[in-house]
Every structure is written in C-alpha cells, then in structure tokens.
C-alpha cells in the first residue's frame, strides 16, 4: 500500500525501516519518512499520520512494546 505519494513509498518500506531498527531508541515519524524517502523533510506531511500509525503497529517500536507503555506518545502536527 502507498503511503507517501510525494516521495513514492509504501508500507513494505516503512517496515522495513523499523525492522532495521533495534528498539533501544524511540523511533520518530519524521526519521522514518527520512530513511524511506532519503530526503531530509517530508513535501505536504500528509503521509505523517500513516507512518505513525504503522509504528504503533510494530512489534518492536509500537505503544503495546513492555518498553513503550506508560509513555506519552506524542501528536503529530502537520499543520
Ligand atoms: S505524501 Fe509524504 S510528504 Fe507528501
């Protein structure tokens, strides 16, 4: 599935990304669309909100992760 039309990437890569992650550091949106994109801001942003929730998705980085609870998740602003 795509996720950011801008940069012309999909889910597969994001998880990819994550997956090349160990989990000892907070994973931050914008750091993810950077390694996925190679560029070093998103264009329009709107691809911020999927990417974040394909995090929470994940087994290692996502807010259900023993290490992730009781943290505040922060929101995103695109706009
Ligand atoms: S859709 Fe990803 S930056 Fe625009």
Redesign the pocket.
Known sequence: MHV????QFNDKAVKEALDEKDGSERVRTRDV?ATCSGADR??????LGHIDELIQEHPVHGENHPKNRNKIIPTLNCG
Not at 4 to 7: A, K, N, S, T, V
Not at 42 to 47: F, S
């Open positions: 950011c039309f801008c940069f669309h998103p264009n329009c942003g709107k691809c």
